[in-house]
T-cell receptor, first 112, second 112 residues
Framework: EDKVVQSPLSLVVHEGDTVTLNCSYE??????LLWYKQEKKAPTFLFML????IEKKSGRLSSILDKKELFSILNITATQTGDSAIYLC????????????FGPGTSLSVIP | NAGVTQTPKFRVLKTGQSMTLLCAQD?????MYWYRQDPGMGLRLIHY???????AKGEVPDGYNVSRLKKQNFLLGLESAAPSQTSVYFC???????????FGPGTRLTVL
């Protein structure tokens, strides 16, 4: 059965800390891995990763994929209170363009 | 562009009542999805549609029905609401190629 696992499930850090969120997957016919940020409402897209070893970066956020070990990490440097959110990992499959599988999410709280 | 919109934003039902949630998108996307989100469980796919006039079951379809009579609208119906259907419901859409989904703001449903 295809699945996506995230760790930790929740995390509390202080402003300025660096955090690493983990996503591992067991999915047949992997096509892409996506990261979303969910604050109070709708998830918003962060990154889509399809190739191993190529880092994607946006400001203080970065992510990388390891297709051999079947995982991805999302790094956030110099965290701010505005980074507090649930971070969702999802995996798309080649044979199923119509669906992606979501992990349970990591709830990040950044305290001043 | 409004993107993906959902109505209503909140609703309280009594057990056994029925209701319809409306999702609308103005991006001319082919694919539309309904998810429910419960604490610690991430996003779970209820039903989806790969085009106007088509629908298919997702991971947790029981107790729900959907219709896609127009390309821009995707309706989710609960015929006889149960307390287990208390959740936050998200609609999403995407283009035919690629996996990035765009989410609506969500509907918080409570069934008493």
């Amino acid at each position: 059965e295809d699945k996506v696992v995230q760790s930790p499930l929740s995390l509390v850090v202080h402003e300025g800390d660096t955090v690493t969120l983990n996503c591992s997957y067991e999915v047949t016919n992997f096509r892409s891995l996506l990261w979303y940020k969910q604050e109070k409402k709708a998830p918003t897209f962060l990154f889509m990763l399809t190739s191993s070893g190529i880092e994607k970066k946006s400001g203080r956020l970065s992510s990388i994929l390891d297709k051999k070990e079947l995982f991805s990490i999302l790094n956030i440097t110099a965290t701010q209170t505005g980074d507090s959110a649930i971070y969702l990992c999802a995996v798309g499959r080649k044979t199923s363009y119509d669906k992606v599988i979501f992990g349970p999410g990591t709830s990040l709280s950044v305290i001043p | 562009n409004a993107g993906v919109t959902q109505t209503p934003k909140f609703r309280v039902l009594k057990t056994g009542q029925s209701m319809t949630l409306l999702c609308a998108q103005d991006m001319n996307h082919e694919y539309m999805y309904w998810y429910r989100q419960d604490p610690g469980m991430g996003l779970r796919l209820i039903h989806y549609s790969v085009g106007e006039g088509t629908t298919a079951k997702g991971e947790v379809p029981d107790g729900y029905n959907v219709s896609r009579l127009k390309k821009q609208n995707f309706l989710l119906g609960l015929e006889s609401a149960a307390p287990s259907q208390t959740s936050v419901y998200f609609c999403a859409s995407r283009q035919g190629a690629g996996d990035t989904q765009y989410f609506g703001p969500g509907t918080r449903l409570t069934v008493l």
